[in-house]
């Protein structure tokens, strides 16, 4: 049975045959469905015999919901939230309920549920959502990832994945020469999220120095000692505390006023911890703060773990797409010394959640490190080169293909149309930073122009602006960006994210991933902050 | 501009408009598209100003292209793979090429690419795949994923994913509910696989026993024993050697000949681990190994627990969908005694790859045991119950969305739909077995019925028949399965796994998932089988 066929079999049986098929016909011309799905369920779909129709209807009226959406996601006219709260979407609004039933529900009833799924989600891709470092939505990789999907299938072997398998050495490699590797070193893969890609680091990272570790544990280690910038991301302490290392011997090392952290300071910390009878190991570099969007200065800090042979790691989850950029990599400067590096494509360069990559310049380590040869799964009888059954490797057995929307994408932009994606982001912080600037109403958090797309700020309302500064004014600063994000969740016309961070109260940060943001949006941000915050 | 209006802008420009016109309607009422993608490239795509309808072609070419994998996934006639090795496929078969290129390439040749990748893919839903504990295509759960990836967030907070952490406690608690807890009882997530799952209930267990080590590393700890089972997944291993607790110090209980753990034998393991200094924390129960699909005794284990005060974990990853049918469930009885549980429902319930579950008996203390509190993400002074925030929980910041294709699939089939399928997996199992009783050709690897879905079995050849049980005939029989795997792969016909087993030689394991699969595919796979290793 041909899925282009017309979808007779399952029109509508109500009404007069001629006046449906007019109907199938119309409807059918504007890509709408004829099937009467109040009275067809899942057990209808394939791979019930007869179901090609019913399941080409129901995909095509799932596609018709998903572009209504995209559309939306794209005009600059629509909510990006409907906010409610949890208790009233969990009472069941407007007959959305998040019940799980005993009794299969009508197809249409599934299609409804979609429908509100994504009216009361959060629109990712609208151009005003600057909530997060992941944002907007490239058709191409979701394409990928719907391929991914239908194609169901797990990275632990070349049998059951050989596409994606391949997929994976291709982009690791090319990964791994941006970052300026040579061809004979580089290993890695994909991982779910950046916080795994930095614990895989530590992991690795522990298991050069004390590969005994692996089957003996820590008991017989010295305690050791991590480093990372106050700045940082939270996840290398996370990793510490899950390999059994402890949080407390996270070593955080101060910044400058730019959030870089300070090489002196690095050297000082390493001498005291072992003067603590702590040895040292491991440092993380960030290449890309989450809040300031900073980096680390990476030639001297890879002078200091040259000079003292700590395993230097780069966290370049927010910052590695700009290796992308001729304009802006020079920025990573002295990443091709780090021992391993966190990449996650799935921020600057836009491909959809989730795409991480942890790439180890020693190649094997990854291998040696976590695999345990389990025979059910990686036979080494097998009738083709079992090096690329890559399951081993990882912690996890089964690792979801995470590979193929990145790979599409390349396929589809190039190298240089991510290129100019990153510098676009850049040129919407630099406008960012001019007009603020320019105003009198905003103040910057660091004076300096954007290293990376972040723009951190307060916004001033009229009743602080004559205040001097001083406890009273930072308690009544403090309350504002919280206040106006209220007003913006609520009113859903324009998305960003506050924090406070170390003495400085809570400020705007604005970041800029999505290619659909354009200067227009950046205004819009402006004005919209001032009047839901002008009285407060 | 409507997605659902013709698409007059972008049709093929070349050519008189009136049978331009024609064809276009010919093609559309076949679900076809007119757009020239020769010529157009993703930067004409949303978000691009006019991108709507280029979109909405693209998109609907995608999904015919989906469609008519899905169709020929049901076709028994269809192969299941078409074999390639590695280096054939990365020298670019008829123009395939892997390779990431500096410029874009045109819409026809991502389409022509994701063509290629569906045709050198392995196609796991086929009703004869059988080599995976995840099989199948279900087309709900599918359609949850396009929409997951559609609607592009992550799981950390309810200010980006209102909807679907709401989504996730509602499976949580029914879940639990499931496994027997009472209301005021039980936590957990969604996390990437089941090995990350069971690494979950390590680290909670640890830090139960001993909350210090979050901070101070395992330094002050003594040294500590796990269990598990000799059958049991390897993650046990994996996730000790990660935490830092070294691999060696899991001990592997032994088993009886149907692969289930002797209580005898873990009490006795615990009283020597005891006295060789260690001290036992954690028991991995197994309900429901991945070779022999045997459940560990649950109730004599969880009263040896209790009477050591271990924690007790039972990975039901492959096992927890029997908790979905009536008939099947009390396979499980005591899974309500433990203090954590793995549950895939990516295996057994066919959920799309990954849908991977931790749950934990006691509330709070996953967030106990890895909150940081970082102030950027999780701020205190937000407008709703921030308790919704729970990204705080896992290690992962961001966390994929893995729980809207099983709700989805919830609502589609009812928990009695989850039942039946399960029930059906298992008839098949039972059908296989039965055949390989009366034939003696076969040989059962355990004269047992079985108690899941997984047949484990040696084909004898001719050859071998005559031969006396002894070390030849081993050695022969062990080449057997390896070699008709071989013919399997290059054939494409049926694809299911071998292994060895402690002495056992290599033998196959037939699991049933894949609700697709009927008993003429068992038939098929017996007599294919003898087809393929008839000359061995």
Redesign the interface.
């Known amino acids: 049975?041909d899925?282009?066929?017309?979808p007779e079999s399952i029109i509508n049986k109500s009404g007069g045959m001629d006046k449906q098929q007019e109907k199938s016909?119309a409807v059918?011309?504007?890509?709408?469905t004829t099937a009467d799905f109040c009275s067809i369920?899942?057990?209808d779909?394939?791979?019930a015999s007869g179901?090609?129709e019913i399941?080409?209807e129901?995909?095509?009226e799932?596609?018709?919901?998903?572009?209504?959406?995209?559309?939306k996601?794209?005009q600059r006219s629509s909510k990006i939230?409907d906010?409610?709260?949890?208790?009233q979407?969990?009472e069941g609004l407007e007959g959305f309920s998040?019940?799980?039933?005993?009794?299969?529900?009508t197809?249409e009833?599934?299609l409804v549920?979609?429908r509100d799924?994504?009216k009361?989600?959060?629109n990712?891709?609208h151009?005003r959502f600057f909530?997060?470092l992941?944002s907007?939505?490239d058709?191409?990789g979701?394409?990928g990832?719907?391929?991914t999907?239908?194609?169901?299938?797990?990275m632990f072997t070349?049998?059951?994945?050989?596409?994606?398998?391949?997929?994976e050495e291709?982009?690791l490699r090319?990964m791994q020469s941006i970052v300026g590797w040579s061809d004979d070193e580089g290993d890695g893969f994909f991982c779910?999220?950046?916080?795994?890609s930095n614990?895989y680091s530590i992991?690795v990272a522990r298991y050069h120095f004390y590969p005994e570790?692996?089957?003996?544990?820590?008991?017989l280690?010295p305690?050791?000692a991590l480093f990372t910038s106050e700045h940082s991301?939270?996840?290398v302490?996370?990793?510490?505390?899950?390999?059994?290392?402890?949080?407390?011997?996270v070593v955080m090392v101060k910044c400058d006023e730019r959030g870089k952290m300070i090489p002196a300071e690095l050297e000082a910390c390493i001498v005291t911890a072992e003067e603590k009878g702590l040895v040292p190991f491991y440092v993380n570099v960030t290449a890309g703060t989450?809040?300031y969007g900073a980096f680390d200065p990476l030639i001297a800090i890879a002078d200091i773990c040259h000079k003292h042979t700590l395993w230097m790691h780069v966290d370049a989850a927010w910052g590695g797409g700009l290796l992308m950029s001729d304009r802006h990599r020079m920025k990573l400067q002295g990443i091709e010394r780090a021992w391993s590096v966190t990449w996650n494509p799935?921020k600057m360069m836009g491909v959809?959640?989730?795409c991480s990559v942890i790439l180890v310049k020693k190649r094997g380590l990854l291998q040696e490190c976590?695999e345990?040869g389990?025979?059910?799964?990686f036979?080494t009888?097998?009738?083709?080169?079992v090096s690329?059954d890559t399951g081993d490797k990882s912690?996890?057995?089964?690792?979801?293909?995470d590979v193929?929307k990145l790979?599409?994408?390349?396929?589809?932009?190039?190298?240089?149309?991510f290129g100019s994606q990153v510098n676009r982001c850049l040129e919407n912080a630099e406008y960012l930073y001019d007009q603020l600037q320019r105003r009198t109403d905003f103040e910057l958090v660091f004076k300096n122009k954007p290293e990376h797309s972040n723009v951190c700020f307060w916004y001033i309302p009229p009743s602080l602006r004559g205040l001097p500064p001083g406890p009273d004014r930072d308690t009544r600063l403090h309350?504002v960006a919280?206040r106006i994000?209220?007003r913006m969740?609520?009113k859903g016309s324009v998305l960003i994210?506050?924090?406070?961070?170390g003495a400085k109260v809570?400020f705007f940060?604005c970041v800029f991933s999505n290619?659909?943001t354009q200067q227009e949006d950046i205004d819009f941000l402006l004005d919209e902050i001032t009047r839901l915050g002008d009285d407060l």
Chains 1, 2 share one sequence.
């Open positions: 049975m899925f282009l066929q017309l016909a059918r011309d504007r890509g709408q369920y899942s057990k779909l394939l791979p179901g090609e399941t080409r129901f995909l095509q799932l596609l018709n919901i998903l572009l209504s959406y995209i559309s996601s794209s939230l906010f409610h709260h949890p208790h979407l969990k998040l019940d799980l039933p005993d009794q299969p529900e197809l009833q599934i549920d979609c799924t994504l009361y989600g959060v990712t891709g151009p909530n997060q992941s907007g939505l058709v191409i979701m394409a990832e719907w391929l999907s239908t194609a169901n299938t797990n070349y049998e059951v994945s050989p596409v994606f398998i391949l997929m291709f982009l090319k779910p999220g950046g916080t795994i614990l992991l570790v692996k089957t003996r544990g820590m008991g280690l305690q050791l991301h939270y996840s302490k996370k990793s510490a505390a899950v390999l059994g290392m402890g949080s407390d011997n989450t809040v799935h959809p959640l989730q976590n345990l389990a025979e059910y799964l036979q009888d097998k009738p083709y080169d690329y912690i996890q057995c089964g690792r979801h293909v193929f790979w599409l994408m390349w396929k589809a932009k190039g190298s240089e149309g309350q919280p994000k209220r969740m609520e994210g506050y924090q406070p961070l809570n940060r290619p659909a």
